[in-house]
Structures are given as structure tokens and as C-alpha cells.
């Protein structure tokens, strides 16, 4: 079965650095993966989306890479601050319907 | 744009009674409409697809008679939890699609049902 993997444990950084976030799946090929955010008691929020033939994306602070080969994706936040701090899911497309898989998320905390 | 409203925001009910929370996309049509449902500290779990007028698609080991999904129009899904039990308490969240990107969702704020 379709399993996606995220870092459980909370990346803690400081100010300024750039979090980088990682994404892992196997056993599927999807033709999409998505990153969100999501605060405490919150629907998540989208971020990016980067499809299979897409190698790299980037919104503002934010950049995406997608390697099909090694099936993982890494999420960056460049010059981080506290109000980035919060649970972000990565998320694969699955089959011809537009579901949905989420991985179980990492939380980032970054200090003033 | 692509704001997504769900109603209410928590609900706490006793056990045995049904409990219905609706998803309504705000500014846009919906032709697609994903329920997914998260445990603390847990990942979102996709409940079933809707799209409007017809039926609602379950993922596998989701009872469909208890989680009632209505997608009666563009702008609005329902989904009534029947009967409910302390263990269906969750956080319920809605997203929708529209006809036009349908690869992106916006999700709902959330519904936090607690049954005592």
C-alpha cells in the first residue's frame, strides 16, 4: 500500500535559518504532491503544488523540489521566522479522482 | 479567493443523537467535495468524495450509513455523523474543488465534534 513519510519528531531552529522539510513515499507514482500548512485546531492551508515533470518550485520564502527517482520531496523555508511555526503535511495525488494523501506532518518551531 | 466555511466550528452532543456539519465554498463552485476527518496529532484521513448530485464515494472501512454525505449543490456539502459515539469524536474537515483546477483544494477551518 501507499505510504508517505514525514520526520515525526519537531525540527526546532532559530530565526533566520532555513528550515528544510522532508517527504518521503513509496510504492506509488503520483503525478502531483502537494505541501500545506496547518496551525493548531485549523484546516490546512496550501502552499505549493509541484508535478512529476517539475524538478523545482518556489513561492516567495518558500521553494519545493519533487525527485521521482529517489520518491521524496523536500520543502524549504529561507529566512524563517516565529510565524512560520506551525504543522506542515505533504500531501500525494492518488489515482484519476483528485483524492488526497496526506503524510502525518512535522511540526517546525522557529525561535526569535 | 477559494474560501471554504464550515459550520459549526465545535459541537459537543450525547451519545446516540446525529450530528450534521456543513461545508460551503464561498466564492467559487465546487463541483468536488473531499470530507476528511484528523485525530490529535494524527494526519488527515479521507472519509469519502462528493460530487454534486450524486452519491458520495467512501474510502474503504468508512460506513457509509453512518456518515451521511449530501452534495445537494455547488456550494454546499453536508455531513451528518448518525447516531454518534464517543469514539466517532474527531476533528471533521471539508475541502472543495472547483471545475477549473481541480489538483488544488482549499480546506474548510475545521469542525471539532466531541460526543460525551
Known amino acids: 500500500s501507499q505510504k508517505i513519510e514525514q520526520n515525526s519528531e519537531a525540527l526546532n531552529i532559530q530565526e533566520g535559518k532555513t528550515a528544510t522539510l522532508t517527504c518521503n513515499y513509496t510504492n506509488y507514482s503520483p503525478a502531483y504532491l502537494q505541501w500545506y500548512r496547518q496551525d493548531p485546531g485549523r484546516g490546512p492551508v496550501f502552499l505549493l503544488l509541484?508535478?512529476?515533470?517539475?524538478k523545482e518550485k518556489r513561492k516567495e520564502r518558500l521553494k519545493v523540489t519533487f525527485d521521482t527517482t529517489l520518491k521524496q520531496s523536500l520543502f524549504h523555508i529561507t529566512a524563517s521566522q516565529p510565524a512560520d511555526s506551525a504543522t506542515y503535511l505533504c500531501?500525494?495525488?492518488?489515482?484519476?479522482?483528485?483524492?488526497?494523501?496526506f503524510g502525518s506532518g512535522t511540526r517546525l518551531l522557529v525561535r526569535p | 479567493g477559494a474560501v471554504v466555511s464550515q459550520h459549526p466550528s465545535w459541537v459537543i452532543c450525547k451519545s446516540g443523537t446525529s450530528v450534521k456539519i456543513e461545508c460551503r465554498s464561498l466564492d467559487f463552485q465546487a463541483t468536488t467535495m473531499f470530507w476528511y476527518r484528523q485525530f490529535p496529532k494524527q494526519s488527515l484521513m479521507l472519509m469519502a468524495t462528493?460530487?454534486?448530485?450524486?452519491?458520495?464515494?467512501?474510502e474503504q472501512g468508512v460506513e457509509k450509513d453512518k456518515f451521511l454525505i449530501n452534495h445537494a449543490s455547488l456550494t454546499l456539502s453536508t455531513l451528518t455523523v448518525t447516531s454518534a459515539h464517543p469514539e466517532d469524536s474527531s476533528f471533521y474537515i471539508c475541502?472543495?474543488?472547483?471545475?477549473?483546477?481541480?489538483?488544488?483544494?482549499?480546506f474548510g477551518p475545521g469542525t471539532r465534534l466531541t460526543v460525551l
Open positions: 462528493s460530487n454534486e448530485g450524486s452519491k458520495a464515494t467512501y
Open positions: 500531501a500525494l495525488e492518488f489515482g484519476s479522482s483528485y483524492k488526497l494523501i
Open positions: 475541502s472543495a474543488s472547483s471545475g477549473e483546477v481541480t489538483d488544488t483544494q482549499y
Open positions: 509541484i508535478r512529476e515533470n517539475e
